[in-house]
């Protein structure tokens, strides 16, 4: 039986690479592979500070245990807006995550690579979008401070009222989509968790897992990613090649 070298599973992962780098759109997920958008403001921070919120309205039940106990402030908002979707609490709670959010992209760190990426693939002639769950105002400041509004705006779709429509759920993928007046046949996400690839897949759209570390990697390929890197550096490499 024949076995594969590694020289021949590494040319196959490069070629791998550049077939989907030839997307002509690009959907950027944000928080990962653009930035670390809670480096410095921490979101176990801002998870608990929207738990103390609620308790303070005497709302400490709407929580279960384990959702008292995340370490994501998503995984609080969307608790409450399964339980009272629509409402003025939810809405009220948004926005002190978007607040927090705000403050967290004043000290975001910029992703190894992700800015000379994101310049290269515009300049090369694809067209960018941001497709997220966090707000699009975080999205709209982060990029300004880094000079990079040009490469994306105005495809920027992020959180909505609408959280029921967060991914995994495909609905920012399909406004991107539906914007640029792209098939999903010419698209490719970059993402870096389950969620993400799941919204990839159910709206057609190629997937690039990006991981911050192996722990991460692992659990993009168990949800079905099968290109999943934990640097940038080899799609710059390639698409300036």
Partial sequence: MATET?????DQGTEKLRELIAARV?????????CRLFARHRAE???????????????RGLLTEDERQTLDPQVVLRAVD??????????ELEERLTQDELLAAASALPTAYADPLIRTWSAVGSRLAVTTNNSPRVVHAYLAGRGLTGCFAPHIYGRTADLHRLKP?????NLALA???AGPE???MIGDSPTDFVAAERAGVRFLGYASGERRAGQ????GADTVLTSLEPVLRALRG
């Fill in 6 to 10: 590694v020289e021949e599973k590494s």
């Fill in 26 to 34: 690009v959907l950027w997920d944000f928080d990962g592979p653009v």
């Fill in 45 to 59: 921070r801002v998870a608990a500070g929207l738990v103390e919120w609620l308790a303070g309205r005497g709302l």
């Fill in 82 to 91: 399964r339980r009272h979707p629509g409402s003025d609490l939810v809405a």
């Fill in 169 to 173: 759920d495909p609905h920012c993928l």
């Fill in 179 to 181: 914007a640029l007046g």
């Fill in 186 to 188: 010419s698209a490719l």
């Fill in 220 to 223: 993009l390929r168990a949800a």
